[in-house]
C-alpha cells in the first residue's frame, strides 16, 4: 500500500473544507486541502450567514477579518407575512447579529487561515477519482490546471466538495430522509437599496423572497417559486422576479428606484442526508447533508460538520476512540441537531401556506416581542423550531395572545 504522505486530503476549499482542514491542521496534523476552484472565487449560493455561523468564527479567531471587509451587520430578522410581520432579533448574548458576506470575500477568508494554520493549499487542483486499497480510500488522484496526474495519500479523505460531491459519489453512502428539489430561486444584487441592518422575508402564496444587505453597499435579493414552475418561468426569469416582488407593493417601488448590479444566479437542489463517513473517507458540509436554501442555513451547517469531524478525526487519529465510534458520533450530534430544522425548512420550501393552527401561532407570536425574538433565533438556526414551537411554549406565546 501506498505510504500516507497526508493524515489528511480535504476535497473542497469553501465554508467545509478550509475550517475542517484549519482545525485539523491547528492540532498538528499534515493536512493537504485541494479544490479545483482559485480564490477568491464566486459561487452558486447567496450568503447569509446567521449568528451561530458568526460565533463560529470568533471561536476561530476570524471574526475580526470578516469585520474588516466592511460588511454591515444585520441586527433584525423581519418576515412579513402579508396580514402582518414578525420582526426580532436574531442573535444570542454572544453572537448578536448576523452578515452578509459575499462568498468571494468569505471563502477566501477560510482558505487563508486554513493555509495559516499550517495545511497545504492547492488551488485549481481538479480531483478526478478516489483512490481505493484494500477495501478503503486511501487517497486521491487528479491534476493541476498544468494537466498532470497526481496521485496522493492519506489516513483520511475528506469530501467537503458540495451537492454534487465526486467522493460521495466514490463511496456511494447510505442516503436518508430523502426530498425532491422543491423550490427554484434567483438572486441579483441592488445598489440604492438600503436595508438598514435588516433582513428581510416576505411569503406570500406559491411565492417567498428575501433582501439583505451585503459587501459594497449592495443588497442581495433572492425570490423563488415552486419547482414545479421551473419550466414555464425559466424564458422569462427577471420578468417573473420582478412580477413576484410586485407581491410587496411598497418593496417593489423600493426596488425599481435602485438599480440592479448584476446578472440573475439561480437554482434549485435536492434534499437528503448521507451517512458521513466509512473506511478511510468522510463528508462535511452539502457533501453529507443538503437542504433547501429557504432558510439559510448551510453555511452554518458547514461549520459545524467541520468542528464536528476535525475533533472526531483527532479522537481516531490519537487513538482515544475509534474511527466507527468517533465518526458515528459526528453523525449522530449532526442529524439530531439539524433534524428539526430540515423538516421546517422542507416544508417551508414548499411555498404552500401553513396548517390554520401553525397560522394561529403565528399570529399570536405577532406583538408579543420576546416570542418574535424568539421566532427570530429559530429562523436563525440559533434555537431548535422543535424547542420553540414545543407544546409548552406555544402554549405560553397562545395564553399570552389571549
Ligand atoms: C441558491 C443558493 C442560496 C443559498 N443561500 C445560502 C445562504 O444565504 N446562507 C447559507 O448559509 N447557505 C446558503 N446556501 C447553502 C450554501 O451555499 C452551502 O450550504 C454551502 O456553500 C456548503 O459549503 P460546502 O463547503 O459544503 O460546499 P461548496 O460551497 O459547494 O464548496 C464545494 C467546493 O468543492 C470544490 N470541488 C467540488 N468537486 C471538486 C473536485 N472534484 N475537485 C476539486 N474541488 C472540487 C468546488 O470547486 C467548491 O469550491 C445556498 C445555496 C444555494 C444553492
Same mark, same amino acid.
Given at each position: 500500500?501506498?505510504?500516507? &504522505?497526508?493524515?489528511?486530503?480535504?476535497?473542497?476549499?469553501?465554508?467545509?473544507?478550509?475550517?475542517?482542514?484549519?482545525?485539523?491542521?491547528? /492540532?498538528?496534523?499534515?493536512?493537504?486541502?485541494?479544490?479545483?476552484?482559485?480564490?477568491?472565487?464566486?459561487?452558486?449560493?447567496?450568503?447569509?450567514?446567521? =449568528?451561530?455561523?458568526?460565533?463560529?468564527l470568533r471561536?476561530?479567531g476570524l471574526l475580526d477579518r470578516l469585520l474588516a471587509t466592511g460588511c454591515p451587520p444585520?441586527?433584525?430578522?423581519?418576515?412579513?407575512?402579508?396580514?402582518?410581520?414578525?420582526?426580532?432579533?436574531?442573535? $444570542?448574548? /454572544?453572537?448578536?447579529?448576523?452578515y452578509?458576506p459575499r462568498?468571494?470575500v468569505l471563502?477566501k477568508l477560510?482558505?487563508d487561515a486554513?493555509?495559516?494554520?499550517?495545511?497545504?493549499?492547492? %488551488?485549481?487542483?481538479?480531483?478526478?477519482?478516489?483512490?481505493?486499497?484494500?477495501?478503503?480510500?486511501?487517497?486521491?488522484?487528479?491534476?493541476?490546471?498544468?494537466?498532470?496526474?497526481?496521485?496522493?495519500?492519506?489516513?483520511?479523505?475528506?469530501?467537503?466538495?458540495?451537492?454534487?460531491?465526486?467522493?460521495?459519489?466514490?463511496?456511494?453512502?447510505?442516503?436518508?430522509?430523502?426530498?425532491?428539489?422543491?423550490?427554484?430561486?434567483?438572486?441579483?444584487?441592488?445598489?440604492?437599496?438600503?436595508?438598514?441592518?435588516?433582513?428581510?422575508?416576505?411569503?406570500?402564496?406559491?411565492?417567498?423572497?428575501?433582501?439583505?444587505?451585503?459587501n459594497?453597499?449592495?443588497?442581495?435579493?433572492?425570490?423563488?417559486?415552486?419547482?414545479?414552475?421551473? %419550466?414555464?418561468?425559466?424564458?422569462?426569469?427577471?420578468?417573473?422576479?420582478? /412580477?413576484?416582488?410586485?407581491?410587496? =407593493?411598497?418593496?417593489?417601488?423600493?426596488?425599481?428606484?435602485?438599480? &440592479?448590479?448584476?446578472?440573475?444566479?439561480?437554482?434549485?437542489?435536492?434534499?437528503?442526508?448521507?451517512?458521513?463517513?466509512?473506511?478511510?473517507?468522510?463528508?462535511?458540509?452539502?457533501?453529507?447533508?443538503?437542504?433547501?436554501?429557504?432558510?439559510?442555513?448551510?453555511?452554518?451547517?458547514?461549520?459545524?460538520?467541520?468542528?464536528?469531524?476535525?475533533?472526531?478525526?483527532? %479522537?481516531?487519529? $490519537?487513538?482515544?476512540?475509534?474511527?466507527?465510534?468517533?465518526?458515528?458520533?459526528?453523525?449522530?450530534?449532526?442529524?439530531?441537531?439539524?433534524?428539526?430544522?430540515?423538516?421546517?425548512?422542507? %416544508?417551508?420550501? $414548499?411555498?404552500?401556506?401553513?396548517?390554520?393552527?401553525?397560522?394561529?401561532?403565528?399570529?399570536?407570536?405577532?406583538?408579543?416581542?420576546?416570542?418574535?425574538?424568539?421566532?427570530?433565533?429559530?429562523?436563525?438556526?440559533?434555537?431548535?423550531?422543535?424547542?420553540?414551537?414545543?407544546?409548552?411554549?406555544?402554549?405560553?406565546?397562545?395564553?399570552?395572545?389571549?
Open positions: 500500500m501506498a505510504e500516507n &504522505r497526508y493524515d489528511a486530503i480535504v476535497v473542497g476549499a469553501r465554508c467545509a473544507g478550509s475550517p475542517t482542514a484549519m482545525l485539523l491542521a491547528r /492540532k498538528g496534523y499534515k493536512v493537504l486541502v485541494v479544490d479545483r476552484a482559485r480564490f477568491p472565487s464566486d459561487t452558486v449560493s447567496t450568503h447569509l450567514l446567521h =449568528p451561530p455561523g458568526v460565533a463560529a471561536r476561530w444585520i441586527d433584525t430578522y423581519a418576515v412579513d407575512f402579508g396580514p402582518f410581520t414578525i420582526s426580532g432579533a436574531p442573535g $444570542t448574548e /454572544k453572537a448578536p447579529v448576523a452578509g462568498r468571494t471563502d477560510l482558505v486554513a493555509s495559516e494554520a499550517g495545511a497545504e493549499v492547492r %488551488e485549481g487542483f481538479t480531483v478526478d477519482e478516489v483512490v481505493l486499497g484494500d477495501g478503503r480510500v486511501t487517497g486521491v488522484r487528479g491534476h493541476g490546471r498544468d494537466g498532470g496526474t497526481v496521485t496522493e495519500h492519506a489516513r483520511v479523505v475528506v469530501g467537503a466538495d458540495g451537492r454534487h460531491s465526486l467522493v460521495a459519489r466514490a463511496v456511494k453512502p447510505e442516503q436518508y430522509h430523502e426530498k425532491p428539489q422543491l423550490l427554484c430561486g434567483y438572486y441579483t444584487y441592488w445598489s440604492g437599496l438600503p436595508m438598514h441592518g435588516r433582513f428581510k422575508t416576505w411569503i406570500r402564496p406559491d411565492r417567498a423572497f428575501a433582501a439583505w444587505p451585503t459594497d453597499d449592495l443588497t442581495l435579493v433572492i425570490g423563488g417559486w415552486p419547482f414545479a414552475e421551473l %419550466e414555464a418561468n425559466r424564458g422569462d426569469v427577471e420578468g417573473n422576479y420582478l /412580477k413576484m416582488l410586485e407581491l410587496a =407593493p411598497e418593496f417593489a417601488d423600493q426596488v425599481r428606484a435602485a438599480t &440592479r448590479e448584476a446578472r440573475f444566479v439561480g437554482t434549485a437542489v435536492p434534499n437528503w442526508f448521507r451517512k458521513p463517513y466509512g473506511p478511510g473517507w468522510a463528508l462535511v458540509g452539502d457533501a453529507g447533508y443538503n437542504k433547501d436554501f429557504i432558510t439559510a442555513q448551510g453555511m452554518h451547517d458547514a461549520f459545524r460538520d467541520a468542528e464536528l469531524c476535525a475533533a472526531a478525526l483527532d %479522537e481516531t487519529f $490519537t487513538g482515544a476512540r475509534s474511527f466507527e465510534v468517533a465518526m458515528g458520533e459526528y453523525q449522530s450530534t449532526r442529524d439530531q441537531q439539524v433534524l428539526p430544522m430540515y423538516e421546517l425548512t422542507t %416544508e417551508l420550501a $414548499t411555498l404552500e401556506p401553513p396548517p390554520p393552527e401553525f397560522q394561529h401561532l403565528l399570529a399570536a407570536i405577532h406583538g408579543n416581542q420576546d416570542a418574535m425574538d424568539g421566532f427570530a433565533r429559530v429562523t436563525a438556526g440559533a434555537t431548535s423550531p422543535a424547542e420553540f414551537f414545543s407544546e409548552e411554549n406555544a402554549g405560553r406565546i397562545l395564553a399570552a395572545a389571549r
